[in-house]
């Protein structure tokens, strides 16, 4: 089993940044990808942005593509989503998700959420 456990959320204003972290419970190189969603209530889960654990390709939605940052310290098992420039429509709960490689193949896991708020 990978725990996720996401941290660095919280209150911020208009146009400043946070950085969320999500460390797994185990070393990156059993983990295929790593991916930051998020979802406000009533709405359905959204994609954010991903990032292949081995060699680190990212990819992201096109509305944060400009904003948002995706990267990983495979030392520390961790995988960042740096936020700038937030905005009100950024308010919404985050998860970070990964899908399992070597013993883990074929499994997902997600973290428990993190809230991010925007507000002057």
């Known amino acids: 089993q990978v725990q996720l456990v996401e941290s660095g959320g919280g209150l911020v204003q208009p146009g400043e940044s946070l950085r969320l972290s999500c460390a797994a419970s185990?070393?990156?190189?059993?983990?295929?990808?790593m991916r930051w969603y998020r979802q406000a209530p009533g709405k359905q889960r959204e994609w954010v942005a991903s990032?292949?654990?081995?060699?680190?390709?990212?990819t992201y939605e096109d509305s944060v593509k400009d904003r948002f940052t995706i990267s990983r310290d495979n030392a520390k098992n961790t995988v960042f989503l740096q936020m700038d420039s937030l905005k009100p429509e950024d308010t919404v709960v985050y998860y970070c998700?990964?899908?399992?490689?070597?013993?883990?193949?074929?499994?997902?896991?997600w973290g428990q959420g993190i809230e991010v708020t925007v507000s002057s």
């Open positions: 998700f990964a899908s399992g490689s070597r013993r883990y193949r074929g499994r997902e896991y």
């Open positions: 990032i292949i654990a081995d060699y680190g390709r990212a």
């Open positions: 185990v070393s990156l190189l059993n983990i295929y990808d």
